[in-house]
């Protein structure tokens, strides 16, 4: 019996960024699904309800007892509003990796650039630019934050303390999480990295991280 695990990748990308990660989860034993979607041109609303029906189709499968979420930048956003509200979902937990929750400096950048920032960041604009307040939601969440500071956000947002060049570690602090990690990667090299993987899997399968992780 193994749980299944869906990938959400971040803005401006799409689901072959998350290969590598795809296939570590699935040498540690997970059932593992791609969830591609529109991150600029898709409403919220589509990517969610889309994002729920799959989320309930695998959970028909009797051989599995979780369907958890695993989120890359705006990957993690959407799915803590995917589960915050809806209660018909199947049980499991959530992994965030390097996501802004309490709201993104360098998403404000791009918006001060106009109308051609807010094109950019698309229909996810204010949940990238506010984030949340705090997690209330009933699903365990983990967040795995980077301090490699190499990226473009540094350019455009102005970062106090670590951070991994796109998302500043005190972006990803949200109360209510039930762990949090900081790791030497930075934004994009999340996906890439052996520990960020082996992290992952025992957070979706223990509900916390290995110790010493800070």
Known sequence: MSDHVILLHGLWMR?????????RLMEA???V????????????QRILDRLHARMNDLALDADADAVHLVGHSLGGLLALRACLDANELPQGRIVCLGSPLLGSAAARGFAN????????????RELLEQGFERWEGAREVGMIAGRMPLGLG???GHFEGEHDGTVSVDETRLPGLTDHCVVEANHTGLL?????AQRVALFLRNGQFAPGTE
Not at 15 to 23: D, E
Not at 33 to 44: G, I, K
Request: charged share 15%; no cysteine.
């Open 15 to 23: 689901g072959f960024a998350l290969a590598m990660l795809h296939r």
């Open 29 to 31: 034993g997970f059932r």
């Open 33 to 44: 699904h791609r969830f591609d979607y529109l991150s600029v041109a898709a409403t919220q």
């Open 113 to 124: 650039w106009g109308r051609s920032g807010e094109v950019l960041l698309g229909h996810n």
């Open 154 to 156: 540094a350019v455009l």
């Open 192 to 196: 890439f990295s052996v520990d960020v």
